[in-house]
């Protein structure tokens, strides 16, 4: 049964930076897209980046050059790094692990950002 787990989430101030973490279990990790997925209050879950197995990336533009995805396929671990934060990156964001046929969700970690 596959398991991810995010941490890292909080408050910090506009302008401040945070570093989620996804922790998985159950998986082919290694061999999988790793992303990261957000939802604000009364919008939708929209793509924050994405990682391939072989290191390849996607940004969504509002988080180009101030968010980095990475993994460590030792620890089965995905991260996001955020900096230059904004009040607009107020979510909770979703770690997804994907697969061929299949997609697997955390249960989510909330980011706010105060001005």
């Known amino acids: 049964q596959v398991q991810l787990v995010e941490s890292g989430g909080g408050l910090v101030q506009s302008g401040g930076s945070l570093r989620l973490s996804c922790a998985a279990s159950?998986?082919?990790?290694?061999?999988?897209?790793m992303g990261w997925y957000r939802q604000a209050p009364g919008k939708g879950r929209e793509l924050v980046a994405t990682m391939t197995s072989g290191g390849s990336t996607n940004y969504a533009d509002s988080v180009k050059g101030r968010f980095t995805i990475s993994r460590d396929n030792a620890k089965n671990t995905a991260y996001l790094q955020m900096n230059s934060l904004k009040p607009e990156d107020t979510a909770v964001y979703y770690c997804n692990e994907r697969e061929v046929g299949r997609n697997y969700w955390g249960q989510g970690t909330q980011v706010t950002v105060s001005s």
């Open positions: 159950g998986s082919t990790f290694s061999f999988n897209v």
